[in-house]
């Protein structure tokens, strides 16, 4: 079975420095999907950006920049430039490839804060 | 940009009684989802349907559970008899095959 682990419960940047979320993840499957989801305290679930794993070109969405190392079955998530509305919980998911509907298994989350 | 709508939007049920949790997907998505957050915790997978049928289960999804799509646009999480445990934030997502799975905003459930 898949699992996805973040092991920074929470971080803490300044803002308009560079801030990296830790992902690590197991999986046997060679393709898949990896996927950063934002959730403010709203606890709306946000799509940050996503990879495909069979893409070695690493994923960026403006400020948002992913390190997608295969094998070391890492996925790290860089925030450049944070902003005071980046803070909030980041959570790191994974989905097979194996069919359409494949549900997403999340990670336990990792809380942001950003510092004016 | 179309959206995921969940209601309510807040639910409170005391303990034992039945509740249903509304969802409207996006018109052309195929694939839909209920996950769960309890307080404080990370977001648990619970079903997905496809075709009018559930396609995947998690432990989580009991016999206390059940979907259903009654109509071309609604889809429902039903909890027969709900306990304390089962007070946390519950999602529906909805997708098209291979892209993204787009989040309701969440309907919290307190039981009492």
């Known amino acids: 079975a898949q699992t996805v682990t973040q092991s920074q419960p929470e971080m803490s940047v300044q803002e308009a420095e560079t801030v990296t979320l830790s992902c690590t993840y197991d999986t046997s499957e060679s393709d898949y999907y990896l996927f950063w989801y934002k959730q403010p305290p709203s606890r709306q679930m946000i799509l940050v950006i996503r990879q495909e794993a069979y893409k070695q070109q690493n994923a960026t969405e403006n400020r948002f920049s992913v390190n997608f190392q295969k094998a070391a079955k890492s996925f790290s998530l860089k925030i450049s430039d944070s902003q005071l509305g980046d803070a909030a919980m980041y959570f790191c998911a994974y989905r097979t490839t194996y069919n359409q509907g494949g549900k997403l298994i999340f990670g336990q989350g990792t809380e942001l804060s950003v510092k004016p | 940009e179309p959206e995921v709508t969940q209601t309510p939007s807040h639910q409170v049920t005391q303990m034992g009684q039945e509740v249903i949790l509304r969802c409207v997907p996006i018109?052309?998505?195929?694939?839909f989802y209920w996950y769960r957050q309890i307080l404080g915790q990370k977001v648990e997978f619970l079903v997905s349907f496809y075709n009018n049928e559930i396609s995947e289960k998690s432990e989580i999804f009991d016999d206390q559970f059940s979907v259903e799509r009654p109509d071309g646009s609604n889809f429902t999480l039903k909890i027969r008899s709900t306990k304390l445990e089962d007070s946390a934030m519950y999602f529906c997502a909805s997708s098209a095959g291979w892209q993204p799975q787009h989040f309701g905003d969440g309907t919290r459930l307190s039981i009492l």
């Open positions: 018109s052309n998505h195929l694939y």
